[in-house]
């Protein structure tokens, strides 16, 4: 061969693509599919790792430095072991805390009971916190978004808290609140710190930076059982459980902001003669304030995506109520359920977002009064309420409706929805079923097929040399890398049944999402519309996808899919838009004088632009789709969901299986995540846009 | 009197291996040398001393290292080597406290893109360096409102940053920089981001502000013709190196280097130079109507010189006479030739 056309090849990216696919597809028919075969399947070395991770948490728990202390009902010393006594703390802790508020909305006597002892509480009965009565929380909620952005937020507050109250909601919802309300500022106190720090040490932001991408990749299930073994059931591990999911986004605003300031800001700051912590508080985090802010947003967003998940390790509220009746398959409450976290999750984030870009008035000139007015207003409301609900507890036989709705008293529209539900499937039924048997048995079904009968060497071979046609042999290593971890386990095969569910879900996803971006981003109405359209879609908790779609295709892999193609259809929208923005006035200007039709244009101009963009999005759509995926468990898949979803009730090693699998998940998200963003960067050099 | 700054052969090398390849080169450096070995060369042997009450200028295109020199001298970057002197410490020796220490007492510093903080207002700005330092809110609120109406801000000062235009941006940054009263003024090219005629402007504030002030001040910029406005006298720089340091009518009658003569090229002489520069010697002819002094600029002169068509005589600061100047020659200088 001569050496012009061996420069061609390797120049040439397409060719080498070309080449790469014909190896797959002859590796994929060549290589005999029996089990001894290394070049079909792997053996399971690594078999070991998930009984490894369960002896090494229980160790932990019960052998490692053993403490001395001092047990008053024996009284005795007792050795206990040190991690044990401070998981313990932490649990007691965080449960006191989330009871507390709790109990200072709803009343109760628990929070008494701490301090005093039990006897005396039976003896004193009428000692008890009253609970704020519903009305007086409504004014509440609308006195604060009046405060923060006017009228129509309040209204929103306002109106929101009255729903969720007649609709008898209240009790979860407040449950619900006092666990985001305590979990957030533990959120905010740890990424701000961890942020910070990450900020100030690069070696620490460096090591920080591959621990939260699996963090942000992990399926959220994964994290529940060794939660359970360390802190056992209840609010406090499904605090945990979210705290876990959510300080990752604000550990990554918290940097983003910090470094975003202009290095003269912080100069400017320094010849001030500011000391280090002066330059900190008074200079960087001020500066910075609008983008922590806005991670605390998405902490807030994160708490109520995690409500459903949170329920299976012992979280009340709305989650719980929701999870309980979609085990009963009972759409109407579910869906009112999720209509009412829905709603707390769009109130708490308008008023976040309000709060965020707020500005601050340092040289009002108010009175005491007038500076507290909203919080005077507030308080006579609370008594007032308060005082008519106490009189009116004359009136009402055994429910006071003026202090709580029970859910069993609230208005529902559950039998409605259920009704409406019923005529779908009597309608639709024939070509629901059609269309669900065509896909699973047309599409889904030879596709799972071939995802399953690809040998391991071709799988490699493919991943590998797209890695490294792309990013070089570093990129094409790492990704084996990540990959032969998953491959020498006992559960490559369900692997490829995730990928397979994710494959469909992303390509069909990515292109929904180019689609109506195009189409909605031509104009700057539309785009601003579709924008705010992916916001509203990007409050509602991932779960909350699944209640219509089991009700329409039934526990199969169409219904999950569906879910996962809607949820993720969000993030293709919102980048594309973003990325056919970012297309120079100049270009558009060039593009028109030179006579292009709309459709050029699209195909010329715009698309190659904004394409590095749009794969970035495509990127967000796997990690979407995966997570999506893996939450179909929920209601039946037999991929690496399923199996991390049963390991709640496996207990020898349902911790470590559970790791074990969500890290396998998130390696195959950062596998994708590593050549997807090497070739934007690349693209985007070339095209001078960075 | 010693100079309040001084600085003795100043390196600033960026790169891992700079201060090692320094010590190797023995402080001979080649730019190209190091950019091969992976430093990038920011300011290379700078020695020049500044005195109490004096303006120098530092200008250099982009990438020249006037603004790496002037962090050097505020110590924002440690310097790879040399000595830098202020009113006789070395700074490069101070601690962290001393140092706060200084820049809180003795040094103000304003940016190019004025660098204010968005959550404070024009006088919580103003006030901020002088609350980090401890003083009571009362007194920095009172000593602020004073540098508002100093800088012809006043009844802007509950503004904030984001709703001023960019010249009243960099009059709080002046104002801020100048809260502590401090004795040496550092600008980095305080004007270089505004419009042209907001530029004339500043500058002419800043003059204004000068002359009442009389700090010494190190002021960054690369644009000459600012410069020769400005400067008592200005230090040319190129890739690090400083070219050439004299007062504004020498570099352009005497350019040291050929880069330096580019520069020099288009400017109107009449424009820079004093009367001092074209005079002859003391001449008994000269006409005895008026004298002009040594020191005025030919352009504001021109007119008076040509209508006299006469040998006049030049005065020295003390009204002795010093020399005479013929109008051929101011002829000359206006038209060339």
């Not at chain 1, 053993?66 to 802790?93: C, H, N």
């Not at chain 2, 940016?111 to 330092?133: D, M, S, W, Y």
Request: glycine share 8%.
């Amino acid at each position: 061969m001569d050496k012009n056309y061996l420069d061609t090849v390797r120049n040439s990216k397409p060719t080498q693509f070309g080449i790469l696919l014909v190896l797959f597809f002859a590796l994929y028919h060549l290589v005999p599919h029996n089990d001894g075969n290394y070049f079909w399947r792997l053996p399971s070395l690594l078999k070991g790792i998930p009984l490894a991770i369960n002896n090494v948490i229980f160790s932990a728990l019960y052998d490692w430095f053993p403490l001395k202390v001092w047990d008053p009902i024996f009284e005795m010393y007792e050795e206990k072991a040190a991690f044990r006594e401070f998981t313990k703390a932490v649990s007691q802790g965080l449960l006191f805390l989330i009871t507390f508020v709790r109990e200072l909305l709803l009343g109760g006597d628990k929070i008494i009971d701490v301090f005093v002892s039990d006897a005396w509480l039976k003896e004193n009965d009428w000692l008890s916190w009253p609970a704020l009565p519903w009305t007086a929380g409504a004014v509440g909620a609308f006195i604060l978004g009046y405060q923060l952005n006017g009228i129509r937020l309040g209204l929103l507050g306002g109106i929101g808290a009255v729903y969720i109250a007649i609709f008898g909601n209240w009790v979860p919802s407040i449950q619900t609140l006092s666990f985001v309300l305590i979990t957030t500022p533990i959120c905010f106190v740890l990424g701000l710190s961890f942020g910070i720090w990450g900020y100030l040490d690069k070696k620490v932001e460096t090591a920080l930076q591959p621990v939260l991408n699996v963090m942000q990749t992990m399926p959220q299930f994964a994290y529940l059982v060794p939660i359970i073994a360390l802190f056992g059931l209840g609010d406090h591990a499904g605090s945990i459980a979210t705290i876990i999911i959510a300080t990752p986004p604000m550990i990554r605003n918290t940097i983003l902001g910090l470094k975003r300031i202009s290095p003269e800001v912080v100069e400017a700051g320094l010849m001030s003669g500011c000391t280090k912590s002066q330059l900190l508080f008074k200079v960087l985090i001020p500066t910075a304030r609008r983008d922590i802010l806005n991670g605390v947003n998405t902490v807030i967003m994160q708490c109520l995506a995690m409500v459903v998940i949170a329920s299976f390790v012992g979280a009340k509220g709305l989650g719980l109520n929701l999870k309980i009746a979609l085990n009963s398959l009972k759409i109407g409450k579910a869906a009112e359920a999720g209509l009412c976290i829905v709603i707390i999750a769009v109130i708490l984030d308008r008023f976040t977002k309000a709060w965020a870009n707020k500005p601050v008035d340092y040289f009002e000139n108010l009175t005491l009064f007038q500076r507290h007015r909203s919080l005077v207003i507030f308080a006579t409301a609370i008594l007032v309420f308060s005082i008519i609900a106490f009189i009116a507890n004359g009136y009402f036989d055994k429910i006071n409706y003026l202090y709580i709705i029970p859910l069993e008293k609230g208005l529902t529209i559950a039998h409605y929805i259920d009704a409406g539900v019923d005529w779908v499937w009597d309608t639709f039924f024939y070509t629901l079923n059609t269309f669900n048997k065509f896909l699973l048995t047309q599409v889904l079904g030879p596709m799972k097929k071939a995802y399953l009968g690809m040998p391991v060497i071709s799988t490699f071979t493919l991943a590998m040399g797209v890695a490294y046609i792309v990013g070089g042999l570093r990129t094409g290593l790492i990704v084996g890398g990540m990959l032969l971890f998953i491959a020498l386990s006992e559960y490559w095969d369900r692997a490829l049944i995730t990928m397979y569910m994710a494959t469909f879900a992303v390509l069909m996803a990515s292109l929904n999402g180019i689609i109506v971006g195009s189409i909605f981003s031509q104009t700057e109405r539309g785009s601003r519309f579709i924008l705010s359209v992916c916001d509203f879609f990007e409050t509602f908790p991932s779960f909350v996808y699944l209640i219509p779609v089991i009700f329409l295709f039934n526990i199969t892999d169409t219904s999950v899919l569906i879910a996962a193609i809607i949820y993720a259809t969000v993030p293709a929208t919102r980048y594309t838009v973003w990325g056919l923005k970012s297309v120079p006035l100049s270009l558009h200007e060039a593009g028109t004088m030179s006579g292009v039709s709309r459709m050029q244009r699209w195909t010329n101009i715009e698309i190659p632009i904004a394409f590095p963009t749009i794969m970035l999005g495509v990127n967000q759509t796997v990690v979407f789709s995966l997570q999506m995926v893996i939450l179909g468990a929920l209601i039946g898949t037999e991929d690496l969901g399923q199996i991390i979803f049963g390991a709640l009730s496996r207990t020898k090693d349902g911790a470590g299986v559970a790791l074990t699998l969500g890290v396998f998940v998130s390696l195959i998200a950062i596998s994708v995540d590593v050549i997807v963003r090497k070739w934007a960067e690349d693209r985007k050099k070339a095209l001078g846009l960075l | 009197m010693s100079p309040t700054i001084s600085c003795t052969s100043v390196y600033k090398i960026f790169g891992d291996n700079a201060q090692k390849l320094l010590s190797e080169n023995k402080g001979k450096v080649d730019a190209a040398k190091f950019q091969e070995a992976g430093c990038i060369v920011g300011v290379n042997d700078a020695s020049f001393d500044v005195n109490k009450g004096e303006m120098l200028v530092v200008m250099g295109l982009s990438g020249s290292g006037k603004s790496t020199l002037l962090r050097c001298i505020s110590r924002l970057t440690e310097a790879t080597a040399g000595k830098i002197l202020v009113d006789g410490e070395d700074i490069c020796l101070m601690n962290n406290k001393q140092l706060i220490e200084l820049r809180r007492e003795k040094m103000g510093m304003v940016f190019q893109n004025f660098a204010l903080l968005p959550h404070k207002t024009v006088l919580e700005n103003i006030a901020f360096p002088l609350q980090v330092k401890g003083v009571t809110t009362d007194n920095s609120i009172q000593k602020a409102l004073e540098m508002v109406e100093l800088v012809g801000l006043k009844g802007r000062e509950n503004y904030f940053p984001r709703e001023l235009s960019g010249g009243q941006q960099q009059r709080v940054g002046i104002a801020r920089s100048l809260a502590v009263e401090p004795d040496i003024w550092f600008l980095d090219e305080p004007f270089s981001a505004l419009d042209p005629l907001i530029r004339k402007e500043m500058q002419d504030e800043f003059l204004r502000l000068q002359s009442v002030l009389n700090k010494t001040i190190m002021f960054v910029t690369h644009d000459f013709d600012e410069a020769l406005r400005l400067a008592d006298r200005i230090a040319i720089m190129k890739d690090g190196i400083i070219e050439q340091l004299d007062k504004p009518d020498n570099i352009v009658l005497n350019p040291a280097t050929d880069y330096v003569k580019r520069f020099t090229e288009d400017v109107p002489r009449e424009k820079v130079l004093k009367i001092e520069s074209i005079m002859d010697g003391v001449d008994p002819n000269a006409s005895s109507d008026f004298a002009i002094s040594k020191n005025e600029i030919i352009e504001t002169v021109a007119e008076k010189i040509l209508n006299s068509k006469e040998i006049i005589k030049v005065t020295d600061e003390n009204s002795n006479i010093v020399g005479s100047i013929n109008p051929s020659k101011v002829i000359k200088v206006l038209f060339g030739g």
